[in-house]
């Protein structure tokens, strides 16, 4: 069970970027356009990170306060000036027909550092947690109607155990890869034995590229969004607030590289009978990535966890993780700053998701959606669309399951490394306000996916059966057992039979006795129990 635990905001600095830097530059201010790919998220909820890392007295000897916290401070000083425009804010100026990045060489990011009690095994773990858990390790993003901040840090220290770095970034300026950029080179910056040179230069797959001229667009885009935007709130610029419901858990599973081969065999098995217009008898015509494998697995598992008495409703899946950088005529570099992303609405009935058939469905139909996305940016009839991404196309949808994926597995967060090991976890803390699901690679480097999932309690129980070989077998009783809330860190379940070898899910101890008592043990190889089962999954 999680304990209780504290925080203790110890102070809020005001980092600014390093003056003697050359990268500076010799404008006092300067001002960036928004771009209609930034315009997309005008009303986006920011994006929000926790990296956590483990400490020993091994791994640095000094005090976290005299030594880890100084050099994090000033390599992120280093860091900035190749990144000003996070320093600044957005504003809307009135004579402006759309907002803009407004910087000038004295503004500071807001850098706030705690000290927390939390149990870090329970934080580090792929537990099921309550996700306000991580909400006092979440730096706040200032906003008002007028003006909103870009960029937000909290760095966390738990004593004797390790510290989190928390990041809070606005849509509208950076997508989930420029964040990934901005943190990659402060952490190539700090982990230099000679990092305190203010003219350190960074790596050249590491340099943003700040320039929006590379980005071509119809100009009429940008009114689509803009006129959406009026219409909306006006000119107001604060951020929409969302609370995290009381009802909600979010567990942490992973898809090993061997699972994902299984689902792509299975797909493939199950392809000819496949009966959706337009699709073609051969299989090769469609990129079965490992993002469209993971998202098919994932809506099927959903649907099987939410109302199954609504089964003949149309279900909504939605995506944000569309890289359009390569795509664009011409292409931008990968390192280009701010938003390069579109997503994309993925529609079909609970019922037939439900079938043996479901995976092939789902799969079939992300990746006919991605591969229509593939020509870049939308023609003028298609713009409202795109910007309403989770608008379906298909006019039966009365009623529907909006559901939300996010993030990249090819981000490389778990490469991360300022100088004291790269991260033990990577939490985007984002979905649990928005309730969508993350995908970030596998810790352990293997070509594995990450899946945070947020959903209501009781639809996490069976969501965690459902996702599971024995999800047939036990479904009828073991969700009886299954309640979200008392999770003991002994409870560890690593499902390990014939099907998809799903690891390191986590549920509770009631259901763990249920099992035990039931001579269940065997299907689920129970942490520190023993038995046999005559059960088949």
């Known amino acids: 069970m999680a304990t209780q635990s504290s925080i203790k905001l110890l102070e809020v600095c005001k980092v600014s970027p390093s003056s003697d830097s050359p990268y500076m530059g010799s404008a006092y201010e300067d001002s960036l356009p928004l771009t209609f790919f930034d315009l997309l998220f005008f009303k986006t909820p920011p994006i929000e990170v926790l990296y956590f890392f483990s400490l020993t007295l091994s791994d640095c000897p000094c005090p976290f306060f005299e030594s880890i916290l100084p050099k994090l401070k000033h390599s992120l000083s280093l860091n900035l000036p190749h990144f000003l425009p996070l320093v600044g804010k957005i504003t809307w100026p009135p004579h402006a027909q759309k907002p803009i990045i407004h910087y000038t060489r004295n503004d500071v990011v807001s850098l706030t550092i705690a000290e927390s009690n939390a149990n870090v095994d329970y934080l580090f773990g792929h537990n099921v947690i309550e996700p306000k858990a991580c909400s006092p390790l979440i730096p706040h993003l200032e906003s008002s109607d007028s003006e909103a901040s870009i960029l937000a840090l909290q760095v966390t220290h738990f004593p004797n155990k390790g510290f989190c770095i928390g990041i809070t970034g606005h849509h509208m300026v950076l997508d989930g890869k420029t964040m990934s950029l901005f943190l990659k080179s402060w952490a190539s910056i700090c982990k230099l034995d000679n990092f305190r040179t203010a003219g350190t230069s960074l790596l050249p797959e590491l340099t943003p590229i ?15 969004c803009i006129n959406h935007m009026l219409a909306v709130n006006g000119r107001s610029l604060k951020l929409v607030k969302l609370e995290i419901q009381a009802d909600i858990g979010r567990a942490t599973f992973e898809l090993s590289r061997a699972n994902i081969e299984k689902l792509r065999k299975r797909v493939l098995s199950w392809w000819d009978k496949v009966d959706e217009e337009g699709k073609t008898k051969s299989s090769e015509a469609f990129h079965l990535s490992t993002f469209v494998l993971t998202f098919a697995y994932i809506m099927v598992c959903v649907v099987k966890a939410k109302d199954a008495e609504s089964n003949n409703k149309m279900v909504c899946f939605s995506f944000v993780a569309h890289d359009f950088r390569s795509r664009l005529d011409p292409p931008v570099p990968a390192n ?25 469905i789902a799969a079939y139909r992300i990746s006919d959606r991605i591969k229509k996305m593939e020509k870049g940016v939308p023609d003028n009839d298609r713009a409202q669309k795109f910007i309403e991404m989770a608008t379906p196309e298909e006019p039966e949808l009365d009623s529907y399951h909006p559901i939300m994926v996010t993030w990249s597995s090819k981000f490389g967060d778990y490469g991360m490394d300022f100088g004291w090991g790269r991260p033990k976890k990577v939490d985007i803390t984002t979905v649990h306000k928005t309730k969508a699901t993350s995908m970030v690679e596998s810790r352990n480097g293997s070509g594995g996916v990450e899946i945070g999932m947020v959903l209501k309690k009781d639809e996490m129980n069976h969501f965690l059966l459902s996702s599971s070989p024995a999800y047939k077998a036990f479904s009828p009783t073991l969700a009886e057992y299954a309640t979200l809330g008392d999770y003991e860190e002994t409870s560890s379940i690593k499902v390990d039979g014939e099907g998809l070898d799903i690891a390191k899910l986590w549920i509770s101890q009631g259901t763990v006795s249920a099992l035990s008592k039931r001579g269940i043990t065997k299907l689920f190889p129970i942490q520190g129990c023993s038995g046999t089962s005559n059960a088949k999954a």
């Not at 700040?210 to 689509?224: F, G, M, N, Q, W």
């Not at 280009?336 to 037939?352: E, L, S, T």
Request: proline residues 2%.
């Open 210 to 224: 700040i320039d929006r001229t590379l980005v071509k667009y119809p100009a009429t885009l940008d009114l689509v």
């Open 336 to 360: 280009y700053f701010g938003n390069c992303v579109g997503g994309g609405v993925v529609v079909a009935q609970a019922r037939k998701l439900m079938e043996e058939v479901g995976l092939a």
